[in-house]
């Protein structure tokens, strides 16, 4: 049997090709078929559901409403989710703080933010009140679900009836929605926003919760939220004893707080209250004869003329307290009591004394503000003057305005010298000569130099060139290490603010603010520890439980020491007693403290401590215009005296550390034995014998004599020489001029 030879692989795969064509084509024809018969049976089964005439009409109408409709609700949908996300929160507890301030003594001294009490039951409010606001804002809160058609159907027959808005449409549980999670934008959007969100409301919370929220949260004028802030900010009285004049008065106000707000139009309060107890009349609630004696007597409020408050004190208090509650150690009541260590009649005394001085002085010197920060040793702040007046201005230059120091700034350079060098004491030898980094060239105030002095004399005199030579003791021949210690030690010590690396940064270059410098000087007078500065002993809750008290959350942190901050205050009560502070001395308390007078008289400082209290105050110009030669030892010492005379009444004086309270203050020489540093030369420059430069040239040649036998040690010139000075400083070629 003859075999056939073997077919190709590529006629099999035409024929295979071939054979699915065919298939394809066949079903294809087969499937038209039967779709065409299923199509002709579907239609002859739809002859019968066809409608003609108002039938059709109605059906196309009604299948275009639906489509429509479900497009409308999708938009409304997507115009609503953003006000949705704002119930993913705790929207139960509102976010802004609502704090009554205490003084020392607890006495109330004023309030800041959220003027709101919701410490309140439903219960605890007065029938009249409740009738008030349900006849005014929403007659059928307890029959509709949020949205009531037919109160806003009404409401738009009376608006369109009085030619303008004489009725609202939203029922309360919309103005509820609005007050939590929206604005006051009158848009399209908000209104969606706002019916979705009531309808959610009426879904999660009872109608008594609703509107128990509602009397809580609603603005009322004068800065109160709430019913409860109302009576108390309009009336001076708890919410549970309002009347049924001062309950319409109230209810008056939640269409338009301002334009009803009886502090500021009374008449138009007063007529606004007449309609709502007729409102209470037509809803049923009281009868004619129940509201006439309302009407003839109407509700008077207290005059909230402005008092006198200490304003920047609370200011910055109330920043102090959302600090805290932002580190979430308050807990979630965002009404709280906050007992402050504020002295009530130290901050009056201090702002008159501030606004006499500018009176008295501020043409003389052209000088227009200041400011004045006091405070205990450990950081508790009594006053606060941020200025001489905040109605005009509410920028606190006491805590917000960055100014330069002067030379304020020294004893930070000297306690950093004094730390990384055990050997330099008061009595050490320092030269006072010509010293140029860079470009820059440092002079004294009275542009001459004076030879060798005792470190001591050189910071009472507020030499220019010894900080500036220290800086490059500090770091071992590299000015900018040396001053980068200097920060360092001045951060340490409680300047929050970044301070400028720059060559004059010794003497006072670098910014900072009053309430700082006066926290820093506070770390000599307490001993070496941080004062971190603080407006808040004891803070309660809604409910009266203390939920914050200062001894326990802080703990002083040592930052120099011992021997450091004795020998500083040392020399800084010279400062006072011999040198350029004079003027603040205490009679019988013994003081310390730096002046400071910066480039061109622009701003002029003393800054200064007793065992007791610290000070700072700080003269200038808002623009920043100099000053007709200014110094720190001139107002600026005068104001802190007269402060810290009156702060000390009542007080139980405390020595400073390393400083007697009285008699003659003794500092240990280098070789351990006591010197007196009182001299007779003193005793006659201070009885007023000597003149200044006479007391200046025998002190430093008595310490010429003291250096020679003792061999102190001493920072010299060969050690700081131009040519250590870092070639990477660029500075202008002029000669700045730091005072004293």
């Given at each position: 049997?003859?075999?056939?030879?073997?077919?190709?692989?590529?006629?099999?795969?035409?024929?295979?090709?071939?054979?699915?064509?065919?298939?394809?084509?066949?079903?294809?024809?087969?499937?038209?078929?039967?779709?065409?018969?299923?199509?002709?049976?579907?239609?002859?089964?739809?002859?019968?559901?066809?409608?003609?005439?108002?039938?059709?009409?109605?059906?196309?109408?009604?299948?275009?409403?639906?489509?429509?409709?479900?497009?409308?609700?999708?938009?409304?949908?997507?115009?609503?989710?953003?006000?949705?996300?704002?119930?993913?929160?705790?929207?139960?507890?509102?976010?802004?703080?609502?704090?009554?301030?205490?003084?020392?003594?607890?006495?109330?001294?004023?309030?800041?933010?959220?003027?709101?009490?919701?410490?309140?039951?439903?219960?605890?409010?007065?029938?009249?009140?409740?009738?008030?606001?349900?006849?005014?804002?929403?007659?059928?809160?307890?029959?509709?679900?949020?949205?009531?058609?037919?109160?806003?159907?009404?409401?738009?027959?009376?608006?369109?009836?009085?030619?303008?808005?004489?009725?609202?449409?939203?029922?309360?549980?919309?103005?509820?929605?609005?007050?939590?999670?929206?604005?006051?934008?009158?848009?399209?959007?908000?209104?969606?926003?706002?019916?979705?969100?009531?309808?959610?409301?009426?879904?999660?919370?009872?109608?008594?919760?609703?509107?128990?929220?509602?009397?809580?949260?609603?603005?009322?004028?004068?800065?109160?939220?709430?019913?409860?802030?109302?009576?108390?900010?309009?009336?001076?009285?708890?919410?549970?004893?309002?009347?049924?004049?001062?309950?319409?008065?109230?209810?008056?106000?939640?269409?338009?707080?301002?334009?009803?707000?009886?502090?500021?139009n009374l008449p138009a309060a007063r007529a606004r209250a007449?309609?709502?107890?007729?409102?209470?009349?037509?809803?049923?609630?009281?009868?004619?004869?129940?509201?006439?004696?309302?009407?003839?007597?109407?509700?008077?409020?207290?005059?909230?003329?402005?008092?006198?408050?200490?304003?920047y004190y609370l200011d910055w208090a109330f920043e102090q307290?959302?600090?805290?509650?932002?580190?979430?150690?308050?807990?979630?009541?965002?009404?709280?009591?906050?007992?402050?260590?504020?002295?009530?009649?130290?901050?009056?005394?201090?702002?008159?004394?501030?606004?006499?001085?500018?009176?008295?002085?501020?043409?003389?010197?052209?000088?227009?503000?200041?400011?004045?920060?006091?405070?205990?040793?450990?950081?508790?702040?009594?006053?606060?003057?941020?200025?001489?007046?905040?109605?005009?201005?509410?920028?606190?230059?006491?805590?917000?305005?960055?100014?330069?120091?002067?030379?304020?700034?020294?004893?930070?350079?000297?306690?950093?010298?004094?730390?990384?060098?055990?050997?330099?004491?008061?009595?050490?030898?320092?030269?006072?000569?010509?010293?140029?980094?860079?470009?820059?060239?440092?002079?004294?105030?009275?542009?001459?130099?004076?030879?060798?002095?005792?470190?001591?004399?050189?910071?009472?005199?507020?030499?220019?060139?010894?900080?500036?030579?220290?800086?490059?003791?500090?770091?071992?021949?590299?000015?900018?290490?040396?001053?980068?210690?200097?920060?360092?030690?001045?951060?340490?010590?409680?300047?929050?603010?970044?301070?400028?690396?720059?060559?004059?940064?010794?003497?006072?270059?670098?910014?900072?603010?009053?309430?700082?410098?006066?926290?820093?000087?506070?770390?000599?007078?307490?001993?070496?520890?941080?004062?971190?500065?603080?407006?808040?002993?004891?803070?309660?809750?809604?409910?009266?439980?203390?939920?914050?008290?200062?001894?326990?959350?802080?703990?002083?942190?040592?930052?120099?020491?011992?021997?450091?901050?004795?020998?500083?205050?040392?020399?800084?009560?010279?400062?006072?007693?011999?040198?350029?502070?004079?003027?603040?001395?205490?009679?019988?308390?013994?003081?310390?403290?730096?002046?400071?007078?910066?480039?061109?008289?622009?701003?002029?400082?003393?800054?200064?401590?007793?065992?007791?209290?610290?000070?700072?105050?700080?003269?200038?110009?808002?623009?920043?215009?100099?000053?007709?030669?200014?110094?720190?030892?001139?107002?600026?010492?005068?104001?802190?005296?007269?402060?810290?005379?009156?702060?000390?009444?009542?007080?139980?004086?405390?020595?400073?550390?390393?400083?007697?309270?009285?008699?003659?203050?003794?500092?240990?020489?280098?070789?351990?034995?006591?010197?007196?540093?009182t001299s007779s030369i003193a005793q006659s420059y201070l009885?007023?014998?000597?003149?200044?430069?006479?007391?200046?040239?025998?002190?430093?040649?008595?310490?010429?004599?003291?250096?020679?036998?003792?061999?102190?040690?001493?920072?010299?010139?060969?050690?700081?020489?131009?040519?250590?000075?870092?070639?990477?400083?660029?500075?202008?070629?002029?000669?700045?001029?730091?005072?004293?």
């Amino acid at each position: 049997m003859r075999q056939h030879p073997p077919t190709p692989l590529s006629t099999r795969l035409k024929r295979a090709a071939l054979g699915f064509d065919a298939w394809l084509n066949s079903t294809l024809f087969e499937s038209r078929r039967l779709l065409a018969r299923g199509w002709e049976g579907y239609s002859e089964k739809l002859k019968c559901l066809r409608f003609r005439g108002a039938p059709r009409v109605v059906l196309d109408l009604t299948s275009e409403a639906v489509t429509l409709g479900a497009a409308g609700s999708v938009v409304m949908l997507a115009l609503a989710l953003p006000a949705f996300r704002e119930t993913e929160s705790d929207w139960l507890k509102t976010q802004d703080l609502a704090v009554t301030f205490l003084d020392r003594h607890g006495k109330e001294v004023g309030r800041r933010g959220l003027h709101l009490d919701d410490s309140y039951k439903l219960e605890d409010f007065p029938d009249y009140m409740i009738k008030a606001a349900l006849a005014t804002e929403d007659r059928r809160f307890y029959e509709h679900w949020g949205i009531d058609p037919i109160g806003t159907f009404r409401a738009l027959l009376v608006n369109a009836q009085g030619g303008g808005v004489v009725q609202g449409g939203s029922s309360i549980t919309q103005q509820l929605a609005k007050n939590l999670f929206l604005t006051n934008e009158r848009s399209l959007e908000r209104k969606i926003k706002e019916a979705f969100l009531a309808i959610w409301l009426e879904f999660h919370l009872t109608k008594d919760e609703i509107l128990k929220l509602y009397l809580d949260r609603a603005y009322m004028g004068g800065g109160a939220h709430g019913v409860v802030a109302a009576a108390d900010y309009y009336f001076s009285k708890p919410a549970k004893e309002l009347t049924l004049a001062e309950s319409a008065m109230l209810a008056g106000l939640f269409k338009a707080p301002t334009k009803y707000a009886p502090h500021i139009n009374l008449p138009a309060a007063r007529a606004r209250a007449n309609d709502v107890l007729r409102n209470m009349v037509e809803a049923g609630f009281l009868t004619e004869g129940q509201i006439q004696t309302a009407r003839r007597n109407p509700a008077t409020p207290v005059n909230r003329s402005r008092e006198t408050t200490p304003d920047y004190y609370l200011d910055w208090a109330f920043e102090q307290v959302k600090a805290l509650a932002g580190e979430k150690k308050l807990g979630d009541d965002r009404v709280l009591i906050v007992k402050t260590p504020l002295d009530s009649n130290l901050q009056r005394h201090s702002e008159q004394t501030l606004e006499n001085m500018l009176r008295q002085h501020g043409r003389q010197y052209k000088v227009g503000q200041g400011a004045i920060a006091v405070m205990d040793v450990d950081g508790a702040v009594r006053a606060i003057v941020g200025g001489r007046d905040y109605g005009q201005s509410q920028f606190n230059r006491a805590t917000d305005a960055l100014r330069q120091p002067g030379s304020s700034f020294k004893p930070f350079v000297y306690a950093a010298a004094m730390t990384t060098n055990d050997k330099l004491r008061p009595n050490s030898t320092v030269v006072d000569r010509p010293i140029c980094l860079g470009n820059w060239c440092p002079q004294n105030y009275g542009r001459s130099f004076s030879g060798s002095m005792s470190l001591t004399s050189a910071l009472a005199r507020s030499i220019n060139s010894i900080p500036v030579r220290m800086s490059l003791e500090i770091g071992k021949g590299n000015a900018k290490a040396g001053r980068a210690i200097i920060i360092d030690t001045a951060r340490r010590m409680g300047l929050t603010h970044p301070l400028t690396d720059s060559s004059s940064l010794p003497i006072g270059a670098a910014e900072t603010t009053v309430i700082d410098m006066a926290a820093s000087y506070a770390v000599f007078a307490n001993g070496g520890r941080r004062a971190e500065p603080y407006a808040a002993w004891e803070i309660r809750n809604s409910a009266g439980e203390v939920i914050y008290r200062r001894d326990k959350a802080v703990e002083p942190k040592q930052v120099l020491e011992k021997h450091v901050v004795e020998d500083m205050n040392f020399m800084l009560n010279k400062v006072v007693e011999e040198g350029t502070g004079r003027r603040a001395a205490l009679e019988g308390i013994r003081a310390a403290g730096k002046t400071g007078t910066t480039n061109g008289y622009k701003d002029a400082w003393f800054v200064g401590y007793t065992g007791n209290l610290v000070a700072g105050v700080w003269y200038g110009n808002d623009d920043f215009k100099p000053m007709n030669n200014m110094t720190g030892g001139s107002v600026p010492a005068m104001t802190w005296h007269d402060v810290m005379t009156v702060a000390h009444q009542n007080l139980e004086i405390r020595p400073m550390p390393g400083l007697e309270p009285d008699g003659a203050a003794k500092v240990a020489s280098s070789n351990g034995k006591s010197v007196d540093q009182t001299s007779s030369i003193a005793q006659s420059y201070l009885a007023g014998t000597l003149s200044r430069r006479s007391y200046e040239v025998l002190g430093d040649l008595g310490n010429l004599f003291q250096s020679a036998a003792r061999s102190a040690p001493t920072i010299s010139a060969a050690d700081t020489s131009r040519a250590s000075a870092p070639a990477t400083e660029s500075v202008a070629a002029v000669r700045q001029v730091a005072m004293p």
